[in-house]
């Protein structure tokens, strides 16, 4: 467990500011060039926990690398190249301050508001006579601000995104344009493996060209959920719990043992096999999603291999 990636320090050439995220670190460089280290960090409920999952980090990276490649054509996106199994290198954007969230099933947070009596979600109705993972009729948009460090991601509606000025009308219709476009072409890839992809947000940014590109991850277990095809309708029918491949099983996992993340709570302590069986589960999402036996990168020093890698890449 102690070969796990869950702080960096490093100091590259013309380095400008470092950034530190729940789970991203973010090196920014002279000639608007960023450097993003993807750590072992678990975040649930907005709170980092105390300790790393192996391999998370190159998972996570490596997914959001392979979609962005997947997704080029219909959207573009900010990165440049992969230097290391764990890093991305791309262009620096001025990140648009909300997530866009978008869900085909009513799960997760949904299912939690819907459950609570609540049919409207970000400022978009929700049918009556759905259960928890019912499709729904069609995806439905329900952003969120970005939260600074430390403060939980909120609701919002189109209606006052637009209002408090946050995106203008003209960057949000593309905003959205491009949002559907990632689901349908994130669903088609998900079925071809045998998945659905239940939800998933996406973040954006604007190059200095002006140009909206796609940033930070997408279709990554952290920021998207999964189910198996095969036995969703029968698990419906009878009313059980979708198999589901996403961060949403350390999520029960927490609820069960006392933790969402409200003041007061404390995070439960997690022992090392629960953490190999977290390891595993983000191994297991990564070969159904990307059809590819996944490959250990060498976790032995694993900062000094990430710093070797990245400086011969900026050289």
């Known amino acids: 467990m102690n070969n796990t990636i869950i702080d960096t320090n490093f100091n590259f050439p013309d380095q400008k500011s470092i950034y530190k995220g729940k789970v991203r670190e973010v090196y920014a460089l002279a000639n608007d060039v960023l450097v993003m280290v993807a750590t072992d960090r678990l975040s649930a409920f907005d709170v980092v926990m105390p300790k790393g999952i192996p391999y998370k980090g190159q998972i996570l990276n490596q997914i959001a690398t392979k979609m962005m490649a997947a997704t080029q054509d219909i959207v573009p996106n900010w990165l440049l190249a992969t230097p290391d199994p764990n890093v991305a290198v791309g262009h620096a954007c001025e990140p648009f301050k909300v997530e866009m969230v978008i869900r085909g099933y009513m799960s997760g947070h949904a299912a939690r508001e819907y459950k609570a009596g609540r049919r409207m979600l970000c400022g978009v109705p929700m049918p009556e006579g759905m259960k928890e993972n019912d499709k729904f009729p069609e995806p439905i948009i329900t952003p969120a601000t970005k939260a600074e460090k430390g403060d939980h991601d909120e609701d919002i509606s189109r209606e006052d995104i637009l209002k408090r000025g946050i995106v203008s009308e003209a960057d949000y219709i593309i905003l959205e344009k ?74 029960q996992w927490l609820i069960q043992n006392g933790f969402q993340g409200l003041e007061g709570q404390t995070v439960p302590e997690m022992s090392d096999e629960y953490i190999e069986s977290v390891s595993e589960r983000y191994i297991e999402l990564y070969e159904n999603i990307t059809g590819e036996v996944f490959e250990k990168a060498d976790i032995d020093n694993i900062q000094e291999r990430i710093e070797k890698n990245i400086l011969a890449y900026l050289n």
């Not at 998900?190 to 939800?199: F, K, N, P, S, T």
């Not at 095969?230 to 999520?251: C, N, P, W």
């Open 178 to 251: 491009y949002t559907k476009a990632l689901f349908q072409r994130g669903t088609e890839i998900a079925a071809e493996r045998g998945l659905i992809l239940v939800d998933t947000k996406y973040e954006f940014g604007k190059t200095k060209e002006g140009e909206i590109v796609l940033i930070d991850e997408i279709h990554t277990p952290d920021s998207s959920r999964y189910f198996y095809v095969d036995g969703y309708q029968e698990r419906q029918d009878r009313g059980e719990a979708q198999k589901q491949l996403s961060k949403e099983f350390v999520r």
